[in-house]
């Protein structure tokens, strides 16, 4: 069971906006703003798509943004297009002994 | 080009030992902290150790490999590594050497696969 809790799969259809969930507790999520996201197509390399929340590095797209409420962090995926159709892992630091944390990864898929 | 490849994965037996090794290029190596992160077959993500930028003497484990691996690093060598002894099966899978950014993972190697099975 992985320590932050994301729904298995979404879905969208081109053009539309998704977000994706990203729930954890008060010792990750809600203790720190070190929360990032990763894209990973079939067979390829985690891709970062967004750090400290909400920052983006250079080359990725306007079109994902990052958010959090309390112990929740949030990935928004707008204008979404058939390139996007991938697995979607949070991550945040959680210090002490867990230090970085994983979420069980999203299935997004575009219809 | 920022780059990290990884090598030394290979097929061990359960209670065995490996050595990973990563060499970086393309940014200054001694400047980040590096990290192991794993992804078994068809399941997500594990961050599994951490070693401080040079100047630092910090190295954090997950609970899952604490007592079993030891990450290390040569800045000499631009190298980051990762000694694993007492292989269990589930130990299996492939094995990202990741450069980090403000608590994020921004650089990924290719990845090196570790199979533990007798």
């Known amino acids: 069971q992985s320590a932050l809790t994301q729904p298995a799969s979404v879905s969208g259809s081109p053009g539309q906006s998704i977000t994706i969930s990203c729930t954890g507790t008060s010792r990750d999520i809600g203790a720190y703003n070190h929360v990032s996201w990763y894209q990973q197509h079939p067979g390829k390399v985690p891709k970062l798509l967004i750090y400290?929340?909400?920052e983006r590095p250079s080359g990725v797209s306007y079109r994902f943004s990052g958010s959090k409420s309390g112990y929740t962090a949030s990935l928004t995926i707008s204008g979404l297009q058939a390139l996007d159709e991938a697995d979607y892992f949070c991550c945040a630091y959680a210090g002490g002994s867990d230090y970085w944390v994983f979420g069980g990864g999203t299935k997004l898929t575009v219809l | 080009e920022l780059q990290l490849v990884e090598s030394g994965g290979a097929l061990v037996q359960p209670g065995g030992s490996l050595r990973l090794s990563c060499t970086a290029s393309?940014?200054?190596?001694?400047?980040?902290?590096m990290n192991w992160v794993r992804q078994a077959p068809g399941k997500g993500l594990e961050w599994i150790s951490y070693v401080g930028y040079v100047g630092t003497t910090r190295y954090y484990y997950a609970g899952s490999v604490s007592g079993r691996f030891t990450i290390s690093r040569d800045n000499a060598k631009d190298s980051l590594y990762l000694q694993m002894h007492s292989l269990r099966v589930e130990d299996t899978a492939v094995y990202y050497c990741v450069r980090d950014l403000h608590y994020g993972f921004d650089v990924w190697g290719q990845g090196t696969t570790v199979i533990v099975s007798s």
């Open positions: 400290e929340v909400s």
């Open positions: 393309g940014f200054t190596f001694s400047s980040f902290s």
